[in-house]
């Protein structure tokens, strides 16, 4: 079987890494808990900036929220690496800007993720996975952003969405909790 995952907040939790970053950058102490009750995906409202600071805030910290010590969400390393030692393909699809792509790729090894070279996607917009994700006719994937997962809902491909504050609208759609107990149902359903 293939398996696609997008990574910011599928896979790591970026934006609670980004959230204490803009704290300590920002001088402010908002609480985890304004954060984890944000219904959008972007987070500086809570910073009280505006869509416009809160974009350029975003892009200007775009170094030190990709490669510094961003937080994987447990058990998910060990996830992927289960599929691929029980033979399945895991490839990655991520919107992460051209430039980042191959860092981003290297950091996912460093941080022992099973990446195939080949088998690594980035740069594109969020409403193009689509395409990428037919093309590769892919069986599952995983994404969190409800932007991505409107597109894939009636596609052949079985989509599970990581559950966020902000996508917990989207009832129709398998949820990832936790990434061990999605495995275990996975690697039994499949066996
Ligand atoms: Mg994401």
Same mark, same amino acid.
């Given at each position: 079987?293939?398996?696609?995952?997008?990574?910011?907040? #599928?896979?790591?939790?970026?934006?609670? %890494?980004? +959230?204490?970053?803009?704290?300590?950058?920002?001088?402010? #102490?908002?609480?985890?808990?304004?954060?984890?009750?944000?219904?959008?995906?972007?987070? %500086?409202?809570? +910073?009280?900036? #505006?869509?416009?600071?809160?974009?350029?805030?975003?892009?200007?910290?775009?170094?030190?929220?990709?490669?510094?010590?961003?937080?994987?969400?447990?058990?998910?390393?060990?996830?992927?690496?289960?599929?691929?030692?029980?033979?399945?393909?895991?490839?990655?699809?991520?919107?992460?800007?051209?430039?980042?792509?191959?860092? /981003?790729?290297?950091?996912?090894?460093?941080?022992? +993720?099973?990446?195939?070279?080949?088998?690594?996607?980035?740069?594109?917009?969020?409403?193009?996975?689509?395409?990428?994700?037919?093309?590769?006719?892919?069986?599952?994937?995983?994404?969190?952003?409800?932007?991505?997962?409107?597109?894939?809902?009636?596609?052949? /491909?079985?989509?599970?969405?990581?559950?966020?504050?902000?996508?917990? %609208?989207?009832?129709?759609?398998?949820?990832?909790?936790?990434? /061990?107990?999605?495995?275990? #149902?996975?690697?039994?359903?499949?066996?």
């Amino acid at each position: 079987m293939k398996f696609g995952f997008d990574i910011d907040d #599928t896979l790591i939790n970026l934006r609670e %890494h980004a +959230f204490h970053l803009y704290n300590k950058k920002l001088k402010q #102490t908002v609480e985890l808990d304004v954060f984890q009750n944000i219904s959008r995906v972007e987070i %500086h409202e809570a +910073f009280g900036l #505006t869509d416009d600071e809160g974009k350029e805030m975003w892009n200007s910290s775009l170094e030190e929220i990709y490669y510094t010590s961003c937080p994987i969400f447990p058990g998910a390393v060990k996830a992927l690496q289960a599929l691929v030692n029980a033979g399945h393909e895991v490839y990655y699809i991520t919107a992460r800007p051209k430039e980042h792509g191959e860092r /981003t790729k290297a950091w996912m090894k460093q941080q022992g +993720f099973p990446v195939d070279d080949k088998r690594f996607f980035y740069g594109m917009q969020d409403e193009e996975k689509l395409d990428i994700i037919k093309e590769l006719e892919l069986d599952y994937y995983v994404d969190d952003k409800p932007a991505v997962l409107d597109t894939l809902v009636n596609g052949s /491909t079985k989509v599970y969405v990581k559950d966020q504050s902000y996508n917990r %609208h989207l009832q129709d759609i398998p949820r990832i909790v936790d990434w /061990t107990a999605f495995i275990n #149902t996975i690697l039994n359903n499949n066996e």
